[in-house]
T-cell receptor, first 112, second 113 residues
């Protein structure tokens, strides 16, 4: 079975500060891991994905995530937050087919 | 390339009615998945279709059903609507049949009164 846990339903950072959104996964097989972002009244947009190629994955808008098998983690980071980063972020895991299991989401607030 | 489209975008129905939502995937994508998003339960997987076959199904009652057509367009149907079915229903399409990035549509906001 697969599942993800996102620690912190709400995260606030100052503009220009480091963004760190946490995701831990559980999977009985090598997982595929994804981060998505959702802006109000919109669908989800893929930020980045891990598919066992490289452990450090770079995505769009300056985001990156590192796969750490020993910690079963896939945390999302961005060195410098921008006001436009304010949104809901979802971590997801999939192992077979296209059945994705999403975390409960982290709402990111950027303080000017 | 056009993205995933969902129709209608907004819908208001009454308890006991049924509803059909439509999803047109990105051209060439053969996998379509449906999700229900609510503030309390988050994003929950409903089902996935690949080449007109339902491959995976989430833990939802039989009132929720779907199908996929030969052109990969998909519909989901909810019968005997309940207040708790009020949610944002998201459709996502993928090219491959193995885990790959899913591209989401804007969703259909269903309100049941």
């Amino acid at each position: 079975a697969q599942s993800v846990t996102q620690l912190g339903s709400h995260v606030s950072v100052s503009e220009g500060a480091l963004v760190l959104l946490r995701c831990n996964y559980s999977s009985s097989v090598p997982p595929y891991l994804f981060w998505y972002v959702q802006y109000p009244n919109q669908g989800l947009q893929l930020l980045l994905k891990y598919t066992s190629a490289a452990t450090l994955v770079k995505g769009i808008n300056g985001f990156e995530a590192e796969f750490k098998k020993s910690e079963t983690s896939f945390h999302l980071t961005k060195p410098s937050a921008h006001m436009s980063d304010a949104a809901e972020y979802f971590c997801a895991v999939s192992a077979t087919g296209n059945q994705f299991y999403f975390g409960t989401g982290t709402s990111l607030t950027v303080i000017p | 390339k056009a993205g995933v489209t969902q129709t209608p975008r907004y819908l208001i129905k009454t308890r006991g009615q049924q509803v059909t939502l439509s999803c047109s995937p990105i051209s060439g994508h053969r996998s379509v998945s449906w999700y229900q998003q609510t503030p309390g339960q988050g994003l929950q997987f409903l089902f996935e279709y690949f080449s007109e076959t339902q491959r995976n199904k989430g833990n939802f009652p039989g009132r929720f059903s779907g199908r996929q057509f030969s052109n990969s367009r998909s519909e989901m149907n909810v019968s005997t609507l309940e207040l708790g079915d009020s949610a944002l229903y998201l459709c996502a399409s993928s090219f491959w049949d193995s885990p790959s990035e899913q591209y989401f549509g804007p969703g259909t906001r269903l309100t049941v009164t």
